[in-house]
């Protein structure tokens, strides 16, 4: 567990789209961390809100505090970095009391290491506000036995029908390898999600342009809700099966705007988004940047050279595609 790309890209579309600006306090599901690999980025972002240079390791409560938190608190079984000791299988509002609420509730990868799925995910539901926040970002595809689960992307939308979430965003991860000067692979933005965007993917994959195997297809899904009613958590009933339910509690929710839902980033285009964050459209941009800026030239050499066998630090950000 921790804070890595996937949480950080999201992280700026957030603070773009100015969601934290009411957050004051946070719990994240899991006792979390930001790795060294992930350290520059979170510091870049910061100093883009501030302007102010950080020197130190940032913590994840020290990194929420310079976002502007005033409260942070983690739970996990585990104890380590302050986190409160509890049991995500449990219901924690009934076996441990807890009832405090936060304006923004984040699970980074650990709902998957969960058995009982539906006790966690009533915890998130508990845990947030009216109008609070809740973030998953969590395995699609591959992570072989990384956890219990993975998770598809209906299992989202039903979510947001049921206990009446707005998704105020959706995205999808590659976590994916390349292949030399045919970049398809890992990105380290997120693609908008939308209903086509995997058959788009599927397309370069027939097409040799995507390195797909059992143990290297990695991708990740990751959405934003906001907590529209402070209710009961429903546990939802997979919609495309509703019609044919003869279950009383699940019937209030046939009328549900289930269309709303899955028009999400209807308007993208998949094939242009696709195009600019991982493939062709990314070196032709990564070398007319390097016929006018030097230092931009060695590293990409640099990057070439690794692919070989030779291995080299960045002090640059190493994640940026332009």
């Known amino acids: 567990m921790g804070i890595g790309h996937q949480a950080l890209a999201l992280f700026e579309e957030i603070i773009d789209n100015k969601d934290f600006s009411c957050c004051k306090s946070v719990v994240e599901a899991g006792s979390q961390f930001i790795d060294g690999h992930y350290q520059e980025r979170a510091k870049l972002l910061l100093y883009n809100q501030s302007k102010k240079i950080y020197n130190k390791t940032l913590s994840a409560k020290e990194f929420y505090q310079h976002l502007g938190f ?23 509002k009934k076996t441990n009391n807890f009832s405090e609420k ?16 539906s006790n966690f995910f009533e915890n998130i539901h508990n845990l947030a506000k009216k109008d609070g926040l809740m973030i998953h970002v969590l395995p699609f595809e591959g992570y072989f036995n990384h956890g219990y689960f993975n998770y598809h992307p209906i299992f989202f939308f039903d979510l947001a029908i049921f206990n009446n979430y707005e ?15 045919k970049y398809y692979g890992t990105n380290f933005k997120a693609l908008k999600y939308n209903e086509n965007l995997i058959e788009e993917l599927d397309k370069l994959v027939t097409e040799g342009k995507i390195v797909n195997t059992p143990k290297t297809n990695h991708s990740s899904l990751g959405i934003v809700y906001k907590k529209l009613e402070d209710q009961e958590f429903k546990s939802p009933f997979q919609g495309k099966w509703l019609e ?31 195009e600019e964050n991982l493939g062709g459209g990314y070196w032709k941009n990564k070398i007319k940047r390097s016929l006018t800026n030097y230092k931009y030239l060695i590293k990409n050499i640099k990057l070439l050279l690794n692919k070989i066998g030779f291995k080299f630090k960045f002090k640059g950000k190493y994640w940026e595609r332009k």
């Open 167 to 181: 998704i105020l965003g959706y995205w999808y991860f590659s976590e994916k390898p390349d292949k030399l000067l």
């Open 70 to 92: 005033e409260e942070y608190k983690a739970i996990d079984a585990d104890g380590e970095r302050g986190s409160i000791v509890m049991d995500f299988n449990e219901n924690l």
């Open 102 to 117: 936060f304006d923004l509730v984040t699970n980074f990868g650990t709902s998957e290491h969960v058995f009982n799925q």
């Open 244 to 274: 044919q339910c003869k279950i009383d509690k699940y019937k209030g929710n046939k009328n549900a705007d289930v269309n709303k839902v899955l028009s999400i980033n209807q308007n993208v285009n998949n094939k242009n988004q696709i």
